[in-house]
């Protein structure tokens, strides 16, 4: 099984600013199934990002995903208010994991 | 729009039973694999089960399998979860999510608001 590792858990950062988040994936993931997903308290999960680097219907162009190899980046280009949240990734292809979270918090 | 609406949760004694139902709209159900996924406090996401667009193949975490069945009434529009045999460790908000197609590989594209499970004696 797939084990996705998600770094840092918790990220401090101000509005306007850059986010980057991780997921680094324990083995190859198959042609790129890697989907991330947004949760603010009190809901349910968002799908932001799928195919690593597809954009979600609606989501704003500042939510940008990328890959190198078993390594998978969210990154958030200057921060609204909105988007301080839980962020998740996950694996769809063989199976269904997901990683442990990062927490983006207002600094 | 695409809405799914879960409801059945509550609570339930050690070793008893639950089923949860998720009533789908806004798309055509029969074309989408289905999910149920689940989430105990303060934890990541887990997946619990899926079911084919057809309602043919049916897929289950191992923590789950023996124990849990999906189900999929098309005429209806509802997924459903039978959960048997409940633990401690089965308490979490469980989500019904939809597929963004009808066969894998899919991510989930829709989510319901979640029901609650409680397992205590």
């Known amino acids: 099984e797939i084990v996705l590792t998600q770094s840092p858990g918790t990220l401090s950062l101000s509005p306007g600013e850059r986010a980057t988040l991780s997921c680094r994936a324990s083995?190859?993931?198959?042609?790129?199934?890697l989907a991330w997903y947004q949760q603010k308290p009190g809901q349910a999960p968002r799908l932001l990002i799928y195919g690593a680097s597809s954009r979600a219907t609606g989501i704003p162009d500042r939510f940008s995903g990328s890959e190198s190899g078993t390594d998978f980046t969210l990154t958030i280009s200057r921060l609204e208010p909105e988007d301080f949240a839980v962020y998740y990734c996950?694996?769809?292809?063989?199976?269904?994991?997901f990683g442990q979270g990062t927490k983006v918090e207002i600094k | 729009e695409v809405q799914l609406l879960e409801s059945g949760g509550g609570l339930v004694q050690p070793g008893g039973s639950l089923r949860l139902s998720c009533a789908a709209s806004?798309?055509?159900?029969?074309?989408?694999?289905m999910s149920w996924v689940r989430q105990a406090p303060g934890k990541e996401p887990e997946w619990v089960s899926a079911?084919?667009?057809?309602?043919?193949?049916?897929y289950y975490a191992d923590s789950v399998k023996g124990r849990f069945t999906i189900s999929r009434d098309k005429s209806k529009n509802t997924l459903y979860l039978q959960m048997n045999s409940l633990r401690a460790e089965d308490t979490a908000v469980y989500y019904c999510?939809?597929?963004?197609?009808?066969?894998?590989?899919?991510?989930?594209?829709?989510w319901g608001q979640g029901t609650l499970v409680t397992v205590s004696s």
């Open positions: 079911i084919s667009d057809s309602g043919g193949s049916t």
């Open positions: 996950q694996h769809y292809g063989s199976s269904r994991t």
């Open positions: 083995q190859s993931v198959s042609s790129s199934y």
């Open positions: 999510a939809k597929a963004s197609q009808g066969g894998r590989p899919y991510y989930f594209d829709y």
């Open positions: 806004g798309f055509t159900f029969s074309s989408y694999a």
